[in-house]
């Protein structure tokens, strides 16, 4: 049996579960988050605490234990503290400038490219070079964060570009002159 699958949540003080067909709804202190799950799994919650099982022996269902139970317990974590991710712009004129809800991003090229902030999730400017984004969703924070590195991936040569905060560019050495 999965071990994260088999793992009973406990839901925090403050944080209430509603659990209908195939649908699970957290609402806490900071946000309300829903996300569906497999009918191959069966979620209800006991005391207090949240257990998912498996219906059946399937290879489907087996996949299904653990993650459902880890997005369960995401999204507990993210109603509650929250996810964040920092991001750095690492290159001369590498910049970041947070205005409003917008970003704008120079990284190298001949123009700054705007992104719009999603409404639910906050951008903090650390410094010129530095960002932190927020939110309730671990995945959409995290998906939001590889928008924006992808403006410019860091290279392995000089180690330029946007990378995450404690994110190691491996470095490769150039062409040497015979």
Known sequence: ??????????????????????????KGPKAELQESYNSLIE???????????RK???????????TTNALINNMLIGVTEG?????????????????????????????????????????????NTEITISGSSKQRVSEFAANIRKIREPEPYKGKGIRYKDEYVRRKEGKKAA
């Not at 059946?56 to 653990?66: S, V």
């Open 1 to 26: 049996m999965s071990r994260i699958g088999k793992r009973e949540l406990v839901i925090p003080s403050g944080v209430t579960v509603e659990i209908t067909d195939n649908l699970v709804k957290v």
């Open 43 to 53: 979620v209800k919650e006991v005391e207090g605490k949240i257990i998912t099982n």
């Open 56 to 66: 059946n022996e399937t290879k489907q269902a087996k996949q299904l234990h653990g």
């Open 83 to 127: 996810y964040s991710k920092s991001l750095e712009a690492v290159g001369v004129g590498y910049r970041f400038n947070v205005a409003g809800n917008k970003i704008s991003v120079n990284a190298g090229y001949s123009h700054p490219i705007e992104v719009v902030v999603p409404s639910d999730m906050k951008v903090e400017q650390v410094s």
